[in-house]
């Protein structure tokens, strides 16, 4: 193996592990129950999951065509940057709006955050 082809597993990987964070993450939109832990799973995991699988395609770019993509560089920051505050402004919009948490006890929305 040269260090082309374990460069190329590399990225693989990490692009792999991107698309199994970007899984988890619709798993949780699925299942969970309200707004507010649904947007965790949406914001959370999937940024992950993006992020990786964008570093993933840098690394092959990088190591491949010698090719260092500023475009790839701008959206891992630009996405870094947004997604968790725009998960954390829809979870505030929610609760301001008077949207009910969901509680264990027999289905019922619960009105306290604890």
Do not use: C, W
């Not at 992020?51 to 065509?65: E, M, P, S």
């Not at 008077?98 to 264990?104: A, F, Q, S, W």
């Amino acid at each position: 193996m040269n260090v082309n082809e374990i460069s190329n597993l590399i990225a693989a990987i990490i692009i792999l592990l991107g698309s199994i964070m970007a899984l988890i993450s619709t798993i949780g939109l699925l299942r969970f129950k309200d707004i507010y832990t649904r947007s965790h799973a949406a914001t959370k995991s999937s940024t992950l999951g993006v992020l990786l699988t964008l570093t993933g395609v840098f690394i092959f770019f990088l190591v491949n065509d010698n090719y260092f993509s500023v475009r790839v560089i701008l959206g891992i920051t630009f996405l870094y940057i947004t997604s968790p505050v725009a998960g954390h402004l829809i979870t505030r919009a929610a609760y301001n709006s008077g949207v009910e948490m969901y509680t264990k006890e027999s289905g019922k929305k619960g009105k306290q955050l604890n």
